[in-house]
Structure formats: structure tokens, C-alpha cells
């Protein structure tokens, strides 16, 4: 039984189907409980994947506004268990629910073992890949070929979110089950963006037993800081304003108190331009706009202390402690900034901004020192 | 009424003709109504109520300027946005301004810093029917290295043929990227630090020499459709294919962009003849392929016939383009194993070839770039 949320809307009506596949444990790579695959790629066990999917699914489950397309339903397949027949079976279930209305929103999420053939297909692998030693990859899907052939599915919006690494074999694969193994029959547009936690080549990385930074960043940019525009009453989250602060977020993470660019990859997917879809509403009070501010000349930083303060919120913070270039997350608002430097620095002052305006996606300003 | 006019503050020689979107917020956070653009070397009036606003530009790089102005009645208040990231010189700007000096998809605010690699080496190699390579010398020696940025820059006449320019940044590790057929394409080698100890050092940008086909190539490149989609607008991509004839490599993003936009009516015939016309070119074969598949109803025969004979032809020019191909034949192969039950030989032969190529790809690359010593070895490190 994978439906872990069913709201029990009217079948007809326009909604979000969610279904995340999350793939913890492998018993036969490196340290599984089974025999081990007759090529494991130097794969091993995971701890992040259920994490990561249980917050995203609280996430929907508890904060997804959207009057036009509400949850329906949360279908999601998680170790133990997420072998491929299960993982074909949610799929089946969530690929009916949302051809139901050509309006609905689906959404994919994985979060597992990835990895990127000689001939360009990638592998997501399932619980049970190398189960049978003739047949390892009876345990794996062709997420590519999935793709391709939903372009004719009656769902016109479709969010992938690939949460694996991406790391490259040197074999060819071919054969792997696609979950959809009809090819389309016809091409609509559809808006179809394919959002992946890394680069091509790289892995997809996270803190231990914690959900991934890519899904960290997936929930931070839904809840507040992957807005597009106000539309008079609040702020809308599409699938194309998604997507490019997404790639901002991700370069904003902490990993053991350094910062990482990890370079989220937006390409790959289908978006007609012609429309986009609207994912979510923030209110404006929740909106917070990804910022950077630093000194010019850089040299000037290690000797400042920069502040942000807001008059009309009476909201003020200060970079004191913080990575430099400093990076917070502001409300939307007007921002008089200023810096103060330490006794004995080289520079005499920072000059101050008055109300500038913090402004989605992103908002940047340097502070001249002399 | 109140006017802002909004100009950009550098000054632009060799890409003023790029255009960006613009995005006016009120003092209530509402968007100005209105598709407005600015023309880098143009400043553009917009009429406004009097009041406080926010002018955002996006810049392809990802990049994205803001400047707050306040405009009094029956006035006109100027805006100067100024981009963070300034090029060295006015003939490189296209480089820093369209491309972006980094191969991340968000613009990343950079220190300055030496360049810890040593130069690269290249190689001039060209591209012919049925996938055959050839060495073909050397280009002139790289011009206006830029300490902490750039190996340095080139340009090159490649016009009619499929040039390939091979840079190897250690004795073991090596690229080939495209080169746009142009009258002169220009390219820059900017030194772009990898998060990969060992990585790929160099982030080779290249502009085939229309200003506003290139910008509309890097927000595509990058996912912004939102910003595509604005330019695109106002976008005549159908003048580009018309003027295929002179620009061939720009009307192949013209219809890149008109396939993503699924714009089929202004598609119109074109794509038959840029595929006919330019028999050296991939990306025309490519794109009356998708056209095809995209018709109602889908024309498979046609589709698979021009992904076999782009794969003939060599690889695609962009990116977007080898995704493209890519797709096309995994779509044929399958389709033609659950129509038949048997294997189709002639795609499966393009298929091996080209996800060999798409395997060892660099897909943060605008034009096609892909990894290896040896251009008929493709291998991704």
C-alpha cells in the first residue's frame, strides 16, 4: 500500500498527484545483507533518501497552496520495499490518477542510486537491482526513456525531480524498463521541466540520516523563495520561477560550515513556453528573497560587519558570524544597508544604501568601501 | 504621465544589439503591465504613474540587475543598471555580458583570483559527412589574456564547414567544442575554477555574431524560459530563418526556440528548407525532425529520415540540438521495436554514435562541447 495521502477529491476535479520513490537500502551493493551484484559501480547503502522524501511529502501534505490544482493524493514507495514491481505499481496508480484531467499537476520525485550509461541512458536504481545475477538490471529504470514517452500522456504538467547522483559507467545499457513502455503516439506541448540535484558526472550529496540538500532546497524554494510575481492577493511559485531558484538555493549551501556550489542541473526537461504551471501561493509576509552583499574592494570584508535593517518591519540582522559574501534570506521589503569595520582596519568607512529593495529571485548589492 | 528611461550603463560595441528582459515592480509589488525589453546599446522610455519602483534586468548569465528609482509627475527619471561582473575591454563584452564566465547556471559573484592551470593547448579540427574527422592546424594564438579570468580570446572565419576547436588543459585531459558556422565566430576561453579537484578548467564560450540569437541561446542554455520566453516575444526568429542564407548557426536557434515555444505557425515551411539548404549542418535536420514529430499528426517517417541523416551529417552545433537527437533516436529505436518486434539497423547504428557523443557531453555547454583525447573517442572523465 503506497497512497500515504488521499484527500478524496472529485476524480474529474483538476489537482497535484505527488509520487515519491525514496531508496534507502540496496541489498546487493557494497555493505547490503544479499549477494552482492556482479557489478556493484562502487555503490553502496543510503541514509538520506526516506528523509528526503518524508519532507517533502510533510511539505505538501501540510503547506501546498494552490485553489486551482490542490493535493489529491501522495502516492510514495520507500525502503524497505521499494523494489521495482512496487515502484511500477505506485507508478501505474499515479500515471491513471493524473491522466484523469489534462489540468492536473504531477509530480515525480526519486531519490536513490542514479547512474549515467556509455550510451547516454540514466539509471535509477531500484531496491532489488542485481537481485538476479543474470539479469542485475531487472532492478533499474531508464528515467530518460519514462520521459520520452510520456510526452503524449494526458497530463499536461509534469515536475520531475531526480534527487541521485549522476555518476558515469563505462557500459552500455540497454533493454531497462521505462515504467511507461508505450512510446507516445503524438507530442503535445506540455510543460515538463526535469529539475536533477547535480551535474552530469557528479554525485548528489547530503548530510547523514538528514534529508538531501536538494531536497532541503526543493522545500525552502516551494515554501518562500522560488516566487515569480504577485498577482494582487500573493505570491505565485511556477514551474519556471521554481527551477531558477532552485539553481540559486543550491549554490547557497552549508556543508560542514563551507559553503558548496553544487550545481543543480534545470535542463533536460520539456517547458512550452507558452505557459507555465502555477505550483504554489506564498503570502507575502512568508516571501523571502535570496541576497548577497559585499564589500568593494573585497578585501574590505574581512574587517566589516555589514547590516540589513528594514524600518517598516523593524527587522535588522548583521553579517557577525556569517560566510562571507554574506548570503541571508530578507522578507521582501526596503532595505537601508550599512557596514561597520573593526578598529585598525586599512578602510575608514562603508558607504551606506538607503531603501533598497529586496525583490525576488534574487537580490544583490555591493557596499563600497574607502 | 512620468517616463523611466532605462538604459545599460556600460558601453556595448559588438553586442548592443543583445536584449534582455526587463521586469518593473510598483511600490505594491505588482509587475508593470507590458513585455518590456531593453536593447543593450538603446535605452528604452517606459511610461509609468508617478512613484517608487524596481527595475530588474535579467541578463543571460544569469545574472540579475536591480535599481530603485522615483519618478515626480509629467518627468523622466533615468535608470542606469550596471551588470556586477564588468569585461575588461569594450570587444570582449560579449563574452562577460551574453555567455557568462562561469558554466553555472546562476551567475556566480567571483573574487578575483589567479588562474591556477596553465594555458591551454588547441587544436582545429573539422567535422565531414558520415562522422569523419580531420585535423586541420592550429588557430592563431589566443589574444587579451585576463589574469583571474581568461586564457584569452580568438575569432575565425568557419563559414560552410563544421569546425571543431580541441582544448587540452593537462597532457591527459582534453575537450572538443563546437564551432558555430559563421563569418567570423568568436570565442572566449575563460578560466572557470572546478568543484572537482582534476576538473575541467575552462569554460569556453562561443557567439557566432548576432547579439540577440545569442542571448536567446543562453537563457535557454541556462532554463530560463521565463526570460526566453519574454525576448522571445518580440523575437523574429522567423527573420532569422528567413535570413538563413547569411546566418545559418543563428537560424538554427531561431528554430530551437520556436520548437520549444511550440510555435509551430511561425515554423511555417522553414524548417524543410534550412535542413535542404545547409546539407553541412545538423541542427537543420534536427529541427525539421522535432517539427515533425510535433505535427498533428506526427510525421514518424519523415522524423526518422532526417535524425538518421543529421547523424550523418556530424553532431548538432548546440547543445539543445544533441539533446534533441538524442531523444529523436531513442524515440525511433523504441517505437520502431514495439511496431516491428525487430531492431531498426539504420537506427540503432545513429544511436550508438550519438549517445556515445551525448555520454561524454558537456550539457552545461551552449554550443556542443563533449570529453576526449581524440574526437572519435569520446569519453567523459
Known amino acids: 500500500m503506497s497512497l500515504v495521502v488521499d484527500r478524496r477529491l472529485p476524480t ?205 532546497a526543493l522545500v525552502d524554494c516551494l515554501e518562500m523563495l522560488g516566487v515569480s510575481h504577485f498577482d494582487g492577493s500573493a505570491w505565485v511559485v511556477d514551474t519556471a520561477s521554481l527551477g531558477r531558484a532552485l539553481v540559486q538555493r543550491m549554490y547557497r549551501t552549508i556543508d560542514g560550515g563551507l559553503r558548496r556550489f553544487l550545481p543543480c542541473d534545470i535542463g533536460g526537461g520539456v517547458q512550452s ?78 558607504a551606506a544604501l538607503r531603501a533598497a529593495r529586496a525583490a525576488p529571485p534574487i537580490f544583490m548589492r555591493k557596499l563600497r568601501a574607502v | 504621465m512620468s517616463t523611466l528611461r532605462i538604459r545599460f550603463a556600460p558601453y556595448v560595441s559588438d553586442s548592443g544589439k543583445a536584449v534582455v528582459p526587463l521586469r518593473i515592480i510598483d511600490r505594491n509589488w505588482r509587475n508593470i503591465a507590458g513585455n518590456w525589453e531593453l536593447t543593450l546599446d538603446n535605452p528604452v522610455d517606459v511610461p509609468v504613474e508617478p512613484g517608487n519602483f524596481t527595475v530588474q534586468a535579467f541578463m543571460p548569465t544569469g545574472e540579475v540587475i536591480s535599481q530603485e528609482v522615483a519618478v515626480v509627475a509629467n518627468e523622466t527619471a533615468d535608470v542606469s543598471l550596471e551588470p556586477e561582473i564588468a569585461s575588461p575591454r569594450e570587444d570582449l563584452a560579449w563574452g562577460y555580458l551574453l555567455k557568462g564566465t562561469s558554466r553555472a547556471a546562476a551567475a556566480k559573484h567571483r573574487h578575483t583570483w589567479s588562474i591556477e592551470a596553465r594555458d591551454p593547448v588547441l587544436e582545429l579540427w573539422e567535422l565531414s559527412y558520415d562522422q569523419r574527422w580531420d585535423k586541420i592546424g592550429l588557430p592563431a594564438p589566443l589574444q587579451h589574456r585576463v589574469d583571474g579570468a581568461s586564457f584569452g580570446s580568438g575569432s575565425m572565419r568557419t563559414s560552410g564547414k563544421l569546425v571543431w576547436l580541441r582544448i587540452a588543459w593537462t597532457a591527459e585531459r582534453a575537450k572538443f567544442v563546437a564551432l558555430p558556422p559563421a563569418e567570423t565566430v568568436r570565442f572566449n576561453l575563460f578560466y572557470d575554477p572546478p568543484e572537482i579537484e582534476g576538473g575541467d578548467p575552462v569554460n569556453v564560450v562561443v557567439d557566432a555574431g548576432n547579439p540577440r540569437a545569442e542571448s536567446i541561446l543562453g537563457y535557454l542554455r541556462r532554463g530560463d524560459f521565463a526570460s526566453a520566453r519574454q525576448v522571445g516575444a518580440n523575437f523574429t526568429a522567423e527573420n532569422l530563418l528567413r535570413e538563413k542564407l547569411r546566418d545559418p548557426a543563428s537560424a538554427a536557434i531561431g528554430g530551437y526556440f520556436l520548437l520549444q515555444a511550440a510555435d509551430f505557425v511561425r515554423l511555417h515551411n522553414w524548417t524543410e528548407r534550412l535542413s535542404e539548404w545547409f546539407e553541412y549542418i545538423p541542427d537543420g535536420a534536427v529541427i525539421l525532425a522535432w517539427h515533425a514529430l510535433w505535427s498533428s499528426p506526427p510525421d514518424f517517417d519523415l522524423a526518422r529520415g532526417q535524425l538518421i541523416e543529421a547523424t550523418h551529417r556530424g553532431l548538432p552545433v548546440y547543445t539543445i540540438g544533441l539533446r534533441l537527437l538524442s531523444d529523436g533516436l531513442s524515440l525511433c529505436a523504441a517505437r520502431a521495436l514495439k511496431l516491428t518486434g525487430k531492431e531498426d539497423s539504420d537506427i540503432a547504428r545513429a544511436l550508438e554514435i550519438v549517445g556515445t557523443y551525448a555520454a561524454a557531453a558537456d550539457w552545461a555547454s551552449a554550443a556542443t562541447s563533449f570529453y576526449g583525447m581524440q574526437p572519435d573517442k569520446p569519453w567523459h572523465y
Not at chain 1, 520513490?21 to 551484484?37: E, K, R
Not at chain 1, 509530480?107 to 543474470?134: I, M, Q, R
Not at chain 1, 523593524?314 to 526596503?334: F, K, V
Open chain 1, 12 to 216: 474529474a476535479d483538476p489537482q497535484t498527484h505527488l509520487l515519491l520513490i525514496a531508496v534507502n537500502d540496496y541489498p546487493h551493493l557494497n555493505g547490503g545483507s544479499g549477494t552482492p551484484a556482479p557489478q556493484t559501480y562502487g555503490q553502496g547503502q543510503l541514509t538520506t533518501p526516506v528523509p528526503s522524501a518524508v519532507k517533502i511529502a510533510n511539505w505538501f501534505d501540510t503547506r501546498l497552496n494552490n485553489a486551482t490544482t490542490p493535493l489529491g493524493t501522495i502516492e510514495m514507495v520507500a525502503s524497505p520495499g521499494a523494489t521495482l514491481p512496487s515502484i511500477a505499481g505506485a507508478f501505474s496508480a499515479w500515471f491513471n490518477r493524473c491522466a484523469n484531467n489534462p489540468q492536473n499537476v504531477a509530480c515525480f520525485y526519486f531519490c536513490g542510486h542514479g547512474l549515467e550509461s556509455k550510451n547516454n541512458v540514466t539509471a535509477l536504481l531500484a531496491e532489488d537491482y542485481g537481485a538476479n545475477p543474470l539479469d542485475p538490471w531487472a532492478g533499474a529504470f531508464d528515467f530518460r526513456a519514462m520521459f520520452l514517452n510520456l510526452a503524449d500522456w494526458s497530463c499536461n504538467s509534469q515536475i520531475f525531480l531526480l534527487d541521485a547522483c549522476r555518476t558515469t559507467i563505462p557500459d552500455s545499457l540497454n533493454g531497462l524498463s521505462a515504467l511507461k513502455s508505450a512510446t507516445p503516439t503524438s507530442f503535445p506541448p506540455r510543460d515538463a521541466p526535469v529539475f536533477k540535484a547535480t551535474s552530469f558526472g557528479n554525485a548528489a550529496l547530503g548530510p547523514a540520516n538528514a534529508p538531501s540538500y536538494f531536497s532541503e
Open chain 1, 273 to 350: 513556453l507558452s505557459s507555465f504551471t502555477h505550483v504554489h501561493s506564498v503570502a507575502p509576509v512568508d516571501v523571502r528573497v535570496m541576497s548577497e552583499f559585499y564589500c568593494d574592494p573585497t578585501a574590505a570584508e574581512d574587517d566589516a560587519t555589514l547590516v540589513a535593517y528594514e524600518p517598516s518591519l523593524a527587522y535588522q540582522i548583521d553579517s557577525a558570524g556569517e560566510l562571507r559574501p554574506w548570503r541571508p534570506n530578507l522578507p521582501l521589503g526596503d532595505y537601508d544597508l550599512s557596514g561597520r569595520l573593526v578598529a585598525g582596519s586599512a578602510f575608514s568607512s562603508i
